[in-house]
């Protein structure tokens, strides 16, 4: 019933649902991965290929971000997705933890609920809206924030500063942030939250950061750069980490996953 109910609501939105010869989307997937055993909604092809799959492996980026998230801790997961990240996040931090995730993109939250009602996560709150620096609306292209008008649809549009204000959150343990260029806006709005000095897990896209006003620089500046420590990852390289060193440790373009901590 479940199934049916959520297939139909992927046509109602416009989401891709079709068949293929080896599996019909979307679809439930048993997946372990991280010593995790769960059960996850595959909901497009771009899902498929990266969870599609029981065994999903340990790469750099789940050992980092396992490592940063503890029995506890308070997680604000932006640009969530579909909610891969959300739902090992929950099982890690366990009971006296809480999972705040955040999705911009309609279909993505539509999934993203239905992963954390699947997994009967009750310390998983799920918000449909952009992080970014000021609260109101902002237009979506595809599964991104639109850094120009492009007749997608308007989404609302939130502060973390305001939100945890809002619900009471005094401290955060984790931010982890991936957001498709828009990591500055997210940023912005988050200098009280990142005042607290929590754990970093925050993914760089080189490339767009421009399209919506931002440099390399200037996002580097709104982190917390005293006394901190941490890696980072160059993709598509998922397996090997470097140690943090500030700007000159990021290549000229591409994606880079970096993973800061303060020190003791």
């Known amino acids: 019933m479940l199934r049916h109910i959520v297939q139909g609501m992927f046509h109602r939105i416009g989401f891709d649902v079709h068949r293929r010869a080896d599996q019909e989307l979307p679809y ?6 991280a010593a995790e055993r769960f059960q996850f909604w595959i909901a497009s092809q771009h899902t498929r290929d990266w969870w599609g799959r029981p065994q999903v492996p340990m790469n750099a980026e789940v050992a980092s971000l396992q490592a940063l998230c503890s029995p506890g801790s308070v997680v604000l997961d932006v640009g969530a997705h579909h909610g891969f990240f959300s739902v090992l996040f929950a099982r890690w931090a366990g009971p006296r933890g809480h999972i705040h995730a955040f999705e911009a993109s309609a279909p993505n939250a539509l999934v993203l609920d239905a992963n954390v009602a699947l997994n009967r996560l009750t310390n998983c709150t799920c918000t449909y809206a952009a992080v970014s620096n000021e609260p109101g609306q902002i237009q979506m292209n595809g599964e991104a924030v639109s850094g120009h008008p492009t007749g997608g649809p308007y989404v609302p549009q939130v502060t973390l500063d305001d939100y ?5 959150i005094e401290h955060v343990d984790l931010l982890k942030i991936d957001v ?6 997210v940023l912005l709005g988050s200098q009280r939250i990142l005042a607290t000095r929590p754990k970093i897990a925050l993914e760089i896209h080189l490339d767009d950061l421009a399209r919506f006003g931002h440099s390399v620089d200037t996002v580097l500046a709104l982190l917390p750069r005293d006394d901190y420590t941490g890696e ?16 000159g440790s990021l290549p000229a373009q591409g ?10």
């Open 164 to 168: 945890c204000t809002t619900v009471g």
């Open 255 to 264: 994606v880079v996953n970096v993973f800061l901590r303060p020190r003791a």
């Open 180 to 185: 498709e260029g828009f990591e500055g806006q």
């Open 232 to 247: 980072f990852m160059i993709r598509p390289d998922w397996e090997r980490l470097s140690p943090w060193e500030g700007r």
């Open 28 to 33: 439930i997937q048993p997946i372990e991965c």
